[in-house]
């Protein structure tokens, strides 16, 4: 066996790079440090085949095999064409070149990966007269460049296909979670089979079974039909027989992976997939609503992905959040839920405070992944009972606690020379009461208008409106309109109010004009306001006076501009429009 040590690179999703490392660490891998999306770690040929058959959360895993700097496709032929291919590459086999290309002097990845696959070739040629084929699928070594700016990076491909296809996936339902993602995020929840696994809205079930080989410690690698490494020149087929067949590691798993959805054809599809991958003693599947549930397995955790509204349409997104949280408070009392999703509206309908929440990628959406403790009682109380026994595992750490106005000695005096009030308790604090409508929201309340047979009982007791008269049918007494019922408008009969009797033509104090009545008078019967002389705001003039110059009384200037007409507007020309023409 080689025990040369040489550089790899895991790549993985946003957002699971410790879950990965932590992993690749407990392999035995050495000089581990997390990249984004990526952990390059240093380790042998063992390490190699065993990264790629135990780890959960790696997508592929890279050998580099020659760094250099290039700023155009030129330079890579040249740089790349110096490799002793012969160590990686027989004229027998055949190759495909992936190139992921993050850089403004390469404008198309394509045309880096054609001059890649020209130098390897032009390689050969040269040396042999000979040239190995190309083939895009499933070909014999996979070889992989990286340009970030001006660092390039020639790698290997030791995985082939994407991790992420473990091979027990017989058939999907729309949208299915990838593997990976499905055991990152249930690793990241920590759990490890020491309790029940319960997703109602299991889809094809791969949250279910990734949890389950988890819990048993079987390898995700156990179903794949090859990996990439396998075909290489100086592959090691007794080393990988051991790595395979070695059970020494395998867990027992006393509780059980609960899955349900509203789907009888998900249902039969997961059910087709769990037995794919050997696991129908450890998972139960039915058909079974999420808001029929009743009576969950305890102790359990739950961990599921709803319906986002992206790839997956509801026709009431935010009603099923809705009915998520109730369930969640009414029914997994003593759960840790675990939600993902990626609208922050849906979180919002849940209704409750997530104790933890990280940043995921599914598919090409940013989602979050949030955790919620849902216990009995107030949330006051069980942030008490954690404090209880947080104190009595560490005695050390105990101080006391604060302190209220019980406990807090009085100040005998202010300034002013007066005794202070005792200060209240919170809880003597009297209830702030609906300050638009001074009803309480009651469950009774609701209950009533819940059940009431029409429209006008239910109205009555539904908190927020206000209702007068008759309306309010609660048995309270009427509150009075702000008028009479005969003086509301209308078409025939238009609102009438009392006038103010300074606007009487007869004088102030007189109201004797109103035809509909003393001391009334229509709305459209008011005079207009007349302009009095001795009113000084305009100089004491009448409106009538039109021709005459408006002038300030105290300095008798003009206020008209110089250039307006010093004539009555009454005396201008005017120019009669007969029609459009004049226009």
């Known amino acids: 066996m080689n025990n040369e040590t040489f550089e790899m690179v895991a790549k993985t999703l946003y957002g699971l790079e410790e879950v990965l490392a932590g992993e690749l660490i407990s392999l035995g891998a050495n000089e581990v440090q997390i990249g984004r999306r990526m952990v390059s770690f240093e380790g042998n040929m063992e390490l190699l085949y065993k990264a790629n058959f135990y780890c959960r959360t790696a997508l592929r895993i890279l050998k580099p095999i020659y760094h250099f700097k290039a700023k155009d496709a030129d330079t890579v032929y040249k740089e790349v064409k110096k490799i002793e291919w012969e160590k990686y590459l027989s004229l027998d086999k055949t190759f495909a070149i992936d ?11 394509k045309f880096v990966a054609y001059r890649t696959k020209d130098a390897i070739v032009d390689y050969f040629m040269e040396k042999y007269e000979k040239r190995p084929s190309v083939r895009v699928s499933n070909p014999d070594l996979y070889i992989n460049i990286h340009i970030s700016h001006n660092d390039c990076t020639l790698s290997i491909d030791s995985s082939g296909e994407s991790l992420h296809k473990r091979g027990y996936r017989v058939d999907q339902t729309e949208a299915p979670l990838n593997e990976v993602l499905a055991a990152g995020l249930i690793m990241k929840t920590g759990w490890k089979g020491e309790s029940n696994f319960v997703d109602p809205m299991c889809g094809s079930g791969t949250l279910l079974i990734e949890a389950a080989m988890i819990a048993l410690n079987i390898a995700p690698g156990i179903h794949r039909k ?76 739950m961990v599921t992905n709803p319906p986002y509204g ?144 029409t429209e006008e009982e239910k109205a009555a007791f539904a908190p927020g409106k206000r209702f007068f008269g008759e309306d309010r049918n609660d048995g309270k007494p009427a509150r009075k309109q702000f008028g009479r019922e005969d003086a509301k408008r209308s078409k025939d009969k238009p609102f009438e109010r009392p006038v103010k009797s300074s606007f009487s033509p007869g004088g102030p104090g007189k109201s004797s004009f109103s035809p509909g009545g003393p001391g009334k008078k229509k709305f459209d019967d008011r005079p207009a306001k007349m302009k009095y002389k001795d009113d000084d705001r305009f100089g004491g003039k009448n409106f009538k006076d039109k021709g005459k110059p408006f002038k300030d009384k105290k300095e008798g200037k003009d206020f008209r501009d110089s250039r307006i007409d010093k004539r009555s507007f009454s005396d201008l020309p005017i120019k009669k429009i007969k029609g459009d023409d004049d226009l």
């Open 226 to 301: 090859n990996f990439a490494f396998e075909k290489w020149v100086d592959f090691d087929q007794e080393l990988f027989d051991r790595i395979y067949n070695d059970e020494s590691n395998e867990k027992e798993f006393t509780f059980k992976c609960y899955g349900s959805d509203i789907s009888p054809d998900a249902i039969e599809i997961a059910r087709t997939n769990v037995r794919s991958a050997g696991l129908s003693k450890y998972i139960d599947l039915q058909v079974l609503p999420l808001q029929q549930y009743q009576e969950p397995p305890r102790p359990g955790i």
């Open 310 to 453: 992206e790839r997956i349409s509801s026709r009431d997104l935010m009603g099923l959040y809705a009915m998520i949280g109730e369930r969640m408070k009414h029914v997994f009392t003593g759960y840790k839920v675990w939600i993902l999703s990626y609208k922050d509206e849906c979180f919002e309908k849940i209704g409750l405070r997530p104790s933890d929440k990280m940043k995921v990628i599914n598919g090409s959406l940013d989602c979050e992944f949030r955790c919620y403790d849902i216990f009995e009682g107030k949330n006051k109380d069980y942030k008490k009972a954690l404090a209880e026994g947080e104190e009595a595992s560490d005695v050390s750490t105990e101080r006391p606690a604060r302190s209220f106005s019980s406990d807090r000695p009085a100040r005998n005096e202010y300034s002013s020379g007066g005794e202070r009030a005792p200060r209240k308790e919170y809880s003597e604090r009297p209830e702030r009461k609906n300050f638009k409508t001074d009803r309480m929201d009651r469950p009774d309340r609701r209950f009533a208008a819940a059940h009431s047979e």
């Open 99 to 109: 190139s992921v290309i993050y850089s403004e002097d390469f404008n198309h990845s």
